[in-house]
């Protein structure tokens, strides 16, 4: 995963992470999914050992 620096910021890290696609018919999975990647975003950072972390939103947007 692509770590960036603080930026002045007061946080570790940045981390930039693709989010998994949406799919209107099976939401249940869909938020699974999404929370599944939040999880393995916080077990990165901790298997890094990393003590603040920051995460810009996560499938946020509409793509097609």
């Not at 018919?25 to 699974?32: A, E, L, V």
């Not at 901790?46 to 946020?60: G, M």
Request: net charge positive; hydrophobic share 35%; proline share 5%.
């Amino acid at each position: 995963l692509p770590l960036s620096g603080n930026f002045g910021q007061k946080v570790s890290f940045i981390m930039h992470v693709n989010g998994p696609q949406w799919r209107e018919r099976d939401t249940d999975r869909s938020t699974h999914m999404l929370i599944c990647t939040y999880l393995n975003c916080f077990l990165y950072a901790d298997q890094r050992w990393l003590h603040t972390l920051s995460t810009p939103l996560i499938n946020t947007g509409k793509y097609k």
